[in-house]
């Protein structure tokens, strides 16, 4: 099994900025893909930003310029900071992590259990 926890969120006002952090832990795994989600009340959860291994991330056409995901493959750990938030920014962002047992090379997909971020006009 595979954890995935979340870190930070919050209130903040438009202009300001947050930063959160998701730690995947667990049997011995590799990473393939690991990045963010969000869902506002009443809408579908979109992807925000995400990162292969060994790739570049990738980032939705509303965040770009704003949102900078990045990662510490030692910690297995990726970090989404986020500037000049806007109040459409409000949602529940989710930590995401498609990974791979080493010891049966399958895969699985795990999620985080959510942390709110609203952002007030």
């Known amino acids: 099994q595979v954890q995935v926890v979340e870190s930070g969120g919050g209130l903040v006002q438009a202009g300001g900025s947050l930063r959160l952090s998701c730690a995947a832990s667990?049997?011995?795994?590799?990473?393939?893909?690991m990045g963010w989600y969000r869902q506002a009340p009443g809408k579908q959860r979109e992807l925000v930003a995400a990162i292969t291994r060994g790739g570049s991330p990738n980032y939705a056409d509303s965040v770009k310029g704003r949102f900078t995901l990045s990662r510490d493959s030692t910690k297995n750990t990726v970090y989404l900071q986020m500037n000049s938030l806007k109040p459409e920014d409000t949602a529940v962002y989710y930590c995401?992590?498609?990974?791979?047992?080493?010891?049966?090379?399958?895969?699985?997909?795990?999620w985080g259990q959510g942390t709110q971020v609203t952002v007030s006009s």
């Open positions: 995401y992590a498609h990974v791979t047992y080493i010891a049966t090379m399958t895969s699985n997909d795990y």
């Open positions: 667990g049997s011995t795994f590799t990473i393939n893909t």
